[in-house]
């Protein structure tokens, strides 16, 4: 059984809106976790192990959030490959076409996939 493609948004990120729209759109389950004053690594760790992202993309503004997805991802060891959200990375991800083409960028922080960069799909060797 092919396991369904699973993108893992932490924190409150309005950089990753068109991400999430175009992997939805191809069918890609997400799971977007808000940042809050109770998310901890346990609680995110357990989330993790419950839908089983390949991606989980966070933002590197908010340390706390990024600290404890870090711990989270390597308790778990469960997804393939971590993005942070900036404004120059070597990910470009396509989110629109036409008048509505923009593009969002991310710095690949976590790859256990050795996919080639520079990447244009989050999920290139998974």
Known sequence: MVRRRTL???????????TLARYEAE??????????DDLTALHLA???????????????EDLYV???TKQAIYSTGIPAKLYLTTTGGSTVIDTGD???????????ALDTTN????????????
Not at 8 to 18: F, I, K, M, P, Q
Not at 115 to 126: M, R, S
């Open 8 to 18: 893992l948004v932490v924190g409150d990120l309005d950089e990753a809106r068109g």
């Open 27 to 36: 069918g890609v389950r997400t799971v977007v976790v808000p940042p809050s």
């Open 46 to 60: 357990a989330l993790i192990e419950r839908h089983q992202p390949q991606v989980v993309i966070t933002g590197y």
């Open 66 to 68: 990024l600290r404890i």
């Open 98 to 108: 036409g008048a509505n083409a923009s593009q969002e960028h991310y710095f690949r």
């Open 115 to 126: 996919a080639p960069l520079p990447e244009t799909d989050l999920f290139a060797g998974i």
